[in-house]
């Protein structure tokens, strides 16, 4: 199964039980803010315009930072949930510059620093085949827990069902290639702060599609170079006549 | 010679307090961590140690292939005065790279990472592998400095067979990684801003960089020849500049008809601080060089020759400092301006590049025997007020690239105050949905079940679930399921408002809460 979770902005009260229960769960210090994401705060919760807006790793389809690190430190499991194994991690931060929502956060203040965001309960709860605390603690069910396919279809419904309550949109169907958190709303997404110029094509292509060239580069490089270079010298030697040390 | 460098003391003092400030950096860097010592934040996670120590000290190296090529691939052997000095710039550009690259690392002691655990995905993957290898081929490439020096006949011998071999590798892997910086932002698309992000930042990465690299070879000669009081191969050097010129033309071509091609040069005239940027890097740093060196008489006077070398580096500098920091403030929504730990660390990895420069110069046979040289040269003197007038240029230049930046930190200042979050709001009540009543498990001496009602503890007017959630009650779902959680709240939980204060008191009276079970 492809796990995702639809967080319905128009359900949410802004209780921030999804963010306490992030924090109860993965034992981060609850004196830090909720309000936006920090390596102590992988689940927020944001208030803007009058919206309750939930913040959390988008767990992409195929996932910007995964590969953007040279460690694969970060990783796609086949549940769905993008993870992090500190253990490998050099610290360049790439994933950071990368993440095109900009969700991996860095331990500023610690001397050896790991690179934190959600990931989505996947020891303790998703791997074993169930729902995230977040989704688990969500009492009005803004934030659910399923079937991407299955969430796909149940916002659908719910947009074709209500349409004037609903923009005719949802976020992470398509963006960066597709994401297993889906969001719908009342209010257009560039005006909750979500980022308004993204493409449809997977991040991760856009450095495969260079990448991919490297051993055509070596190998005819290095041909042709030598070629080169031995053209070269025998027009010399021919010059010279049977002479000169090379 | 009365044209050394201005005294030592002052030089040795200098290089001293920048070494000092980039110590205690360092030292308190890994001490209280990446936060306290410089200006990065989640926001901005790449800073100078990236964009200037990173990305352009890999840059300048890149004379280090071109002239290895010219001279034992095309065989020019008339560049050979200049091989070993620029060999040698690019293997302490690498080097110095390596360690501006470990004190911005999170956890330097992993880098080795790289080697055992393959991501063949990750453009910084394959930068890592350039950087290792490349550097050792260029260590290689200059060993001949040490065998000469030694008299290691043997060894000199060896090494010239696998020379050629090691050039080519050299050239190859100097390529892969000149544009390989550049292929790391391909993937920030968004982020980056339309001026820089195009698909072809890695051909552009690569181009610039020859045209950099070569114009420190033309920087490094004149002041080695400064500071050793040698003449300089001008006649090689101009060449060189020409050279430069062409790399010059063909990379404005290339970028700006890509620009015009993707419609971004409605951006360069909109009055944002970007299109400033763009206009002073493409001006100042590409096309006044390359008509510097497209003018004979220019090319044939020292001072002209040592000013173009200068713009074109600033044109390098500018380029790779726009993509890593003006180009992506922006999309960051933060100001960046580095810590003076990070401008200590910088300016300390560009002294020591200096200092080793120096030392190996005057130790090893890195520059060509004098009686080659000085012959056909013109007496110093000329050097010196020139070099005079150029220095005062590029400090000049210095001063508008901070004050520049420091004005478009000003300019490019989030619009973030518009859509603060707001610190309360009001719930819609009508839609709070309250778990079902929740039952207690009854221990033995209870007098009776206690059953918790959500509705008679919220206030649904101004509900604030924090009060309680998550620090009293776990509002997780138990794996071992509601009895097991249940089982594990007790007096103490209720009794902090059921305290005779907020609420009655649960030692007084228990059916207040134990339904008797009539």
């Known amino acids: ?246 | 010679m009365k044209l050394k460098l201005p005294k030592p003391s002052f030089w040795l003092i200098t290089l001293a307090v920048i070494w000092a400030a980039g110590i205690i950096s360092v030292v308190y860097r890994f001490y209280n961590g990446l936060g306290a010592a410089t200006n990065l934040s989640d926001q901005f996670p790449w800073g100078i140690w990236i964009g200037f120590d990173i990305l352009i000290g890999v840059a300048l190296a890149a004379g280090g292939f071109a002239v290895c090529a010219t001279i034992y691939i095309f065989n020019l052997k008339e560049y050979r005065p200049i091989g070993r000095p620029t060999v040698l710039t690019a293997f302490l550009g690498y080097v110095l790279v390596i360690v501006a690259l470990l004190v911005d690392l999170g956890k330097p002691y992993n880098v080795w990472h790289v080697i055992t655990m393959w991501n063949h995905h990750s453009v910084m993957f394959e930068v890592g592998w350039c950087v290792m290898l490349y550097t050792t081929v260029l260590f290689l490439e200059f060993l001949p400095a040490f065998f000469e020096r030694f008299r290691m006949v043997f060894w000199q011998d060896l090494f010239h067979r696998i020379l050629i071999p090691l050039v080519i590798a050299g050239v190859i892997l100097s390529t892969l990684h000149q544009s390989s910086l550049g292929s790391l932002y391909l993937i920030v698309p968004t982020k980056l801003h339309p001026i820089w992000y195009s698909g072809m930042l890695p051909v552009f990465f690569f181009i610039s960089a020859l045209a950099g690299g070569l114009a420190m070879v033309i920087f490094e000669s004149y002041l080695s020849a400064r500071a050793f009081g040698k003449g300089i191969e001008h006649r090689l050097l101009a060449q060189i500049s020409r050279v430069i010129a062409v790399v010059l033309m063909i990379y404005l071509v290339l970028r700006l008809q890509n620009m015009v091609e993707r419609g971004a040069f409605k951006h360069v005239f909109d009055g944002s601080s970007e299109g400033i940027f763009f206009l002073i890097e493409i001006i100042l740093g590409y096309i006044t060089p390359m008509m510097l060196f497209f003018n004979a008489r220019i090319r044939e006077s020292k001072a002209g020759l040592f000013f173009g070398a200068v713009l074109t580096l600033f044109g390098l500098v500018m380029n790779r400092l726009n993509v890593a920091i003006t180009g992506m403030a922006r999309s960051a929504g933060v100001e960046y301006l580095p810590s003076w730990m990070e401008v200590a660390v910088t300016l300390s990895v560009i002294a020591a590049g200096l200092f080793i420069f120096r030392l190996a110069a005057k130790y090893l046979p890195v520059f060509p025997r004098e009686e080659k040289t000085g012959v056909h040269q013109p007496p110093l003197i000329e050097a010196g007020r020139s070099g005079k007038l150029a220095m005062g240029l590029l400090a000049g230049l210095l001063i508008l690239v901070l004050a520049g930046f420091g004005y478009s930190l000003a300019v490019t200042r989030p619009n973030q105050s518009a859509d603060a979050p707001q610190a309360a709001q009001a719930i819609a009540a009508e839609s709070l949905e309250f778990p079902a009543p929740i039952e207690f498990v009854q221990s033995e001496e209870s007098p009776g079940q206690v059953i918790f009602n959500h509705e008679s503890h919220v206030d649904t007017s101004a509900p604030n679930c924090k009060n309680c959630h998550a620090g009293l009650f776990s509002i997780r779902a138990s794996k071992a399921g509601a009895a097991a959680q249940t089982r594990a709240v007790g007096h103490d939980q209720c009794g902090t408002c059921h305290n005779g204060e907020k609420a009655f008191n649960y030692e007084e009276s228990c059916d207040g809460c134990h339904m008797s079970s009539e």
Request: with cysteine; glycine share 6%.
């Open chain 1, 1 to 246: 199964m492809k796990a995702a979770i639809l967080t319905d902005l128009t359900k949410c009260v802004g209780c921030e039980a999804c963010a306490l229960a992030c924090k109860e769960i993965n034992d981060l210090p609850r004196d830090s803010a909720n309000h936006m994401l920090t390596a102590y705060t992988w689940s927020a919760m944001e208030h803007r315009n009058g919206v309750n807006i939930r913040r959390q790793c988008m767990h992409c389809e195929e996932p910007a930072c995964a590969s953007a690190c040279p460690v694969g430190a970060l990783s796609k499991t086949p549940e769905g949930a993008v993870v992090y194994d500190g253990s490998k991690c050099i610290g360049c931060r790439y994933c950071m510059i990368a993440c095109p929502f900009g969700i991996p956060k860095y331990q500023w203040d610690k001397p050896i620093p790991l690179i934190q965001k959600c990931i989505f309960c996947y020891e303790k709860a998703l791997k074993a085949g169930e729902q995230p605390a977040c989704t688990a603690a969500c009492p009005t069910g803004a934030t659910i827990f399923g079937e991407r396919q299955a969430l796909i279809a149940e916002a659908q419904q719910r947009i074709s069902s209500t349409p004037e309550k609903y923009q005719p949109h949802i976020f992470g169907l398509k963006e960066a290639g597709g994401t297993s958190v889906l969001y719908t709303s009342a209010v257009p997404f560039a005006e909750l702060g979500f980022p308004a110029n993204l493409i449809e094509e997977s991040y991760p292509n856009l450095t495969w599609k260079v990448l991919n060239k490297i051993p055509g580069i070596v190998t005819t490089g290095t041909a042709f170079l030598a070629g080169l270079w031995w053209i070269v010298n025998r027009r010399i030697k021919l010059q010279e006549k049977p002479d000169e040390t090379l």
